[in-house]
């Protein structure tokens, strides 16, 4: 799931506490991200044509209990799912559905966290299914390697929004190569993990480098940029939860659960 809202931000950025992990704890932090990371293999190969989002969701709340694991999404302030599934022109925080069942070319987005001995892992995709479009393969590539590249930028030493700029930057150089504008979604954005899902610092997607909390060994951090093919503006449904692009372009969505270290940044959510 997504750290959320530009207001919330600037509410957080003032006196905020930053949870510090030891190696022993993020090596549980991995524990759960591995349980994370197994489950959205599992869900890639099970996202095809004629399947729902909500036989998904049946699939990821099995291989997260399986694992020993709890969903930390399921009944989080009430989200009905153990994953979000967001389709198409919905961004984030989808609500697993058996109405919706998947198309060829849809372009699918499943966020997934659960919980391990008490630690936090979260990380997002986005599935092509069947065969999507070109337009769409490059927005989702763009997505993923600006997660990459913000994921390199979590360096001790450095400061947050380093990142956050970072990832700007990768997807204005991949907008370049591709010729096209890709809107970067700054209403919602990463955020600090560990005891619980979300934590303090809110980590945005966009922004000058050098600014916030420095970076320290021992925080861990959800990077998660949200591209759209269009507009930047978002516009939450009536079911309290969907997230969408408000010109109805397509979106996507990437992320991973990031630990600082004094050797660089290591991705917990892997198997
Ligand atoms: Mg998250
Ligand atoms: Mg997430």
């Known amino acids: 799931m997504t750290g959320g809202g530009v207001r919330a931000v600037v509410r957080k950025l003032r006196g905020k506490t930053i949870e510090i992990k030891s190696n022993g704890e993020l090596d549980a932090m991995r524990a759960a991200g591995a349980v994370v990371a197994s489950t959205l293999t599992l869900l890639e190969g099970a996202a095809r044509p004629g399947v729902s989002t909500a036989e998904l969701d049946e699939s990821a709340e099995q291989s997260i209990r399986d694992a020993g694991a709890v969903p930390s999404f399921l009944g989080y302030h009430g989200f009905p799912g153990s ?3 967001s389709v198409n022109h919905q961004i984030v925080h989808g609500i697993p559905d058996p109405e919706q069942v ?6 699918l987005s499943i966020d997934c966290g659960a919980i391990l001995d008490g630690w936090h892992g979260d990380a997002a995709v986005t599935i092509e299914v069947g065969a999507v479009g070109e337009t769409d ?15 390199e930028a979590a360096q001790p030493g450095g400061r947050l929004t380093d990142i956050s700029h970072t990832v700007e930057s990768a997807v204005l150089a991949a907008a370049a190569v591709d010729g096209v504008e890709y809107g970067i979604v700054a209403d919602y954005g990463g955020h600090g993990i560990g005891t619980a899902m979300h934590m303090d610092p809110f980590l945005p997607n966009i922004g000058k480098p050098g600014r916030g909390p420095r970076l320290v060994a021992g925080m861990a951090l959800a990077i998660e940029p949200m591209l759209t093919a269009g507009s ?28 600082i270290t004094p050797d660089g940044p290591v991705v917990l959510t892997t198997s």
């Open 232 to 259: 930047h503006l978002t516009e939450e449904l009536d079911d309290g939860w969907t997230v969408v692009t408000l010109d109805r372009s397509r979106a996507v969505h990437w992320e991973h659960t990031v630990a």
């Open 83 to 85: 994953i979000c599934t």
């Open 102 to 107: 998947l198309a060829d070319g849809d372009l």
């Open 137 to 151: 393969r490059k927005l989702s590539a763009a997505c993923r390697s600006a997660l990459h590249a913000g994921i």
